[in-house]
């Protein structure tokens, strides 16, 4: 099944992002900018708290690569657009942020969902056919590098650190399933290779190692 072509979209938001592993000091690494060679420009965004909700059930939506979250209020769906070479610590996504699209997206992989849960105490989650398989805070330190990639430098309510690098493009696609399909995945790939360029280009702020995404470290410590 080919996750991406359930909605036929005539417009996408694809949002591109490789993670690394940060710490407690990893901002300042950025404020000082004093690596060879230092970034053209540097702006650091702000601080936010916010907390996500994961819902599935029994992992259907995980197996066709879709993950769907409301943070604060507002729901997410995150579709892969590569099977192949998005990872979890490489990803590449369509972004839906319209509840509608959201939940119709939910019905055709997950029989039996009536609607989006909105209550905040959790109680009409199980009325609505989903379940929650995560729950966390996460204290986010936003910044822009040289005008076009976001970093953000994250810490959860359970300790775990972790920074991504980001792109993130409205593009338009043909109504087409397939061809859409194509599309996204092409403008995806060259993204990741925009994003690859820049870390490898400044390797010195960006920890060569294996990162571990907060959903992993999440479902470690259960």
């Given at each position: 099944m080919r996750p991406t072509a359930v909605l036929g979209l005539r417009r996408a938001v694809i949002e591109v992002e490789r993670k690394f592993s940060c710490g407690p000091?990893?901002?300042?690494?950025?404020?000082?900018?004093?690596?060879?060679?230092?970034?053209?420009?540097?702006?650091?965004?702000?601080?936010s708290v916010?907390?996500?909700?994961?819902?599935?059930?029994?992992?259907?939506?995980?197996?066709?690569?879709?993950?769907?979250?409301?943070?604060?209020?507002?729901?997410?769906?995150?579709?892969?657009?590569?099977?192949?070479?998005?990872?979890?610590?490489?990803?590449?996504?369509?972004?839906?942020?319209?509840?509608?699209?959201?939940?119709?997206?939910?019905?055709r992989l997950v029989s039996g969902v009536k609607f989006l849960p909105t209550e905040r105490d959790g109680s009409d989650i199980r009325q609505s056919g989903l379940e929650v398989m995560a729950r966390y805070t996460t204290y986010?330190?936003?910044?822009?590098?040289n005008r076009e990639f976001e970093v953000v430098l994250d810490r959860t309510d359970f300790g775990h650190w972790v920074g991504e690098v980001e792109l993130q493009r409205d593009i338009e696609v043909d109504e087409d399933e397939m061809k859409a399909f194509n599309q996204r995945q092409a403008v995806s790939a060259a993204m990741d290779g925009d994003i690859q360029a820049f870390m490898e280009r400044y390797q010195w702020a960006f920890p060569v190692d294996k990162p571990v995404g907060k959903l992993t470290a999440y479902f470690a410590k259960r």
């Amino acid at each position: 099944m080919r996750p991406t072509a359930v909605l036929g979209l005539r417009r996408a938001v694809i949002e591109v992002e490789r993670k690394f592993s940060c710490g407690p000091k990893s901002g300042e690494i950025f404020h000082s900018n004093r690596g060879s060679p230092s970034f053209d420009r540097v702006e650091n965004i702000g601080q936010s708290v916010f907390e996500d909700q994961y819902f599935d059930y029994r992992q259907q939506l995980f197996k066709n690569g879709v993950w769907i979250r409301r943070r604060e209020g507002i729901w997410q769906a995150k579709v892969r657009t590569d099977r192949t070479n998005s990872t979890f610590t490489n990803s590449r996504f369509e972004e839906l942020s319209e509840p509608g699209e959201v939940l119709r997206l939910v019905q055709r992989l997950v029989s039996g969902v009536k609607f989006l849960p909105t209550e905040r105490d959790g109680s009409d989650i199980r009325q609505s056919g989903l379940e929650v398989m995560a729950r966390y805070t996460t204290y986010r330190d936003t910044w822009r590098l040289n005008r076009e990639f976001e970093v953000v430098l994250d810490r959860t309510d359970f300790g775990h650190w972790v920074g991504e690098v980001e792109l993130q493009r409205d593009i338009e696609v043909d109504e087409d399933e397939m061809k859409a399909f194509n599309q996204r995945q092409a403008v995806s790939a060259a993204m990741d290779g925009d994003i690859q360029a820049f870390m490898e280009r400044y390797q010195w702020a960006f920890p060569v190692d294996k990162p571990v995404g907060k959903l992993t470290a999440y479902f470690a410590k259960r």
